[in-house]
């Protein structure tokens, strides 16, 4: 449960591994568009790669709340030169950050490893690709579509409903002929949830392990940082990291984020203390 494959690789996920962001949209909402050229978006990759990211996250359609959607053709100018970039000059694992079948396709096909996917292969022929591919995908919970998800989110019981969602789409994975190894689950912070959801599921993160599977967190920047502190997004490595470092804590597997030199310190003084955990037991 705590390995990856994908590719003739191996990805081991038993300690917390960094996935780093690389957005290559123009609205992106953390880096003002500013890595939307191939020759930015592959410079920060370097940048990240070299300050110890595992996997680089790489996307073409902003999902932050409210955001415009993009057609197929843009995605696919945007993101495969930058994977085809990656896979070419480093060894570290690729994701590809998209919904759509013809972009997973071509993702896997450039270089990349898993997909990564905010609507859970809930899009038509998601599903029946990922199956073709055989390739880890993470499958993000969301309330509502990223146009309208902030607008008025209620849950019964936050970690309860999630778990239901989980396990609905687990069982539609399996249906449709996908490996219980290649699933990856992320509760999708900031994703149709309040700032109290987000710190609900912050405190129980632990309760999805009954799923067995690894966990995916993404909370850097985020809103959930931005609204409890009062600061810009500029301003919230401090929350961001010490966020992560309570997900790691409850079990996460990969920590999804923009600062991964910062991130990556944290981790190393929350492994060395593990290691010695582990020692003494
Ligand atoms: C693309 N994207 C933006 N936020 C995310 C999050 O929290 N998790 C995953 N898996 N993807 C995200």
């Given at each position: 449960?705590?390995?990856?494959?994908?590719?003739?690789?191996?990805?081991?996920?038993?300690?917390?591994?960094?996935?780093?962001?690389?957005?290559?949209?123009?609205?992106?909402?953390?880096?003002?568009?500013?890595?939307?050229?191939?020759?930015?978006?592959?410079?920060?990759?370097?940048?990240?790669?070299n300050?110890?990211?595992?996997?680089?996250?790489?996307?073409?359609?902003s999902?932050?709340?409210?955001?415009?959607?993009?057609?197929e053709e843009?995605?696919?100018?945007?993101?495969?030169?930058?994977i085809?970039y990656?896979?070419?000059?480093?060894?570290?694992?690729?994701?590809?950050?998209?919904?759509?079948?013809a972009?997973?396709?071509?993702?896997i096909?450039?270089?990349?490893?898993?997909?990564?996917?905010?609507?859970?292969?809930?899009?038509?022929?998601?599903?029946?690709?990922?199956?073709?591919?055989?390739?880890?995908?993470?499958?993000?919970?969301?309330?509502?579509?990223?146009?309208?998800?902030?607008?008025?989110?209620?849950?019964?019981?936050?970690?309860?409903?999630?778990?239901t969602?989980?396990?609905?789409?687990?069982?539609?994975?399996?249906?449709?002929?996908?490996?219980?190894?290649?699933?990856?689950?992320?509760?999708?912070?900031?994703?149709g949830?309040?700032?109290?959801?987000?710190?609900?599921?912050?405190?129980?993160?632990?309760?999805?392990?009954?799923?067995?599977?690894?966990?995916?967190?993404?909370l850097?920047?985020?809103?959930?940082?931005?609204?409890?502190?009062?600061?810009?997004?500029?301003?919230?490595l401090?929350?961001?990291?010490?966020?992560?470092?309570?997900?790691?804590?409850?079990?996460?597997?990969?920590?999804?984020?923009?600062?991964?030199?910062?991130?990556?310190d944290?981790?190393?003084?929350?492994?060395?203390?593990?290691?010695?955990?582990?020692?003494?037991?």
């Amino acid at each position: 449960m705590q390995k990856l494959y994908s590719q003739g690789s191996r990805l081991d996920v038993s300690m917390p591994v960094i996935m780093g962001i690389v957005n290559t949209t123009p609205d992106s909402f953390s880096d003002g568009g500013d890595f939307f050229s191939t020759k930015h978006a592959c410079d920060h990759a370097d940048k990240l790669i070299n300050a110890g990211a595992g996997i680089i996250d790489i996307g073409g359609e902003s999902t932050r709340p409210g955001a415009a959607l993009v057609t197929e053709e843009q995605e696919l100018a945007r993101v495969i030169p930058v994977i085809e970039y990656v896979s070419r000059h480093h060894d570290v694992w690729i994701s590809i950050d998209t919904s759509k079948p013809a972009v997973m396709a071509a993702a896997i096909a450039a270089g990349a490893h898993m997909i990564n996917d905010v609507r859970a292969l809930t899009e038509p022929g998601a599903l029946a690709m990922a199956a073709q591919l055989q390739v880890p995908v993470c499958l993000m919970h969301m309330q509502g579509q990223p146009q309208n998800m902030q607008a008025n989110p209620e849950y019964e019981n936050i970690i309860h409903d999630i778990l239901t969602f989980f396990k609905a789409r687990i069982a539609a994975c399996i249906a449709a002929g996908i490996s219980f190894d290649n699933l990856v689950l992320d509760p999708g912070f900031g994703f149709g949830k309040t700032l109290t959801h987000n710190y609900q599921i912050l405190a129980q993160l632990a309760q999805f392990a009954v799923l067995d599977r690894p966990l995916l967190i993404g909370l850097s920047r985020k809103s959930m940082i931005g609204q409890l502190l009062n600061r810009d997004v500029e301003e919230r490595l401090i929350g961001s990291v010490s966020a992560a470092l309570i997900a790691c804590q409850h079990g996460a597997n990969i920590i999804r984020v923009h600062d991964v030199a910062e991130t990556m310190d944290m981790l190393k003084v929350w492994q060395m203390t593990q290691t010695q955990m582990i020692k003494q037991n």
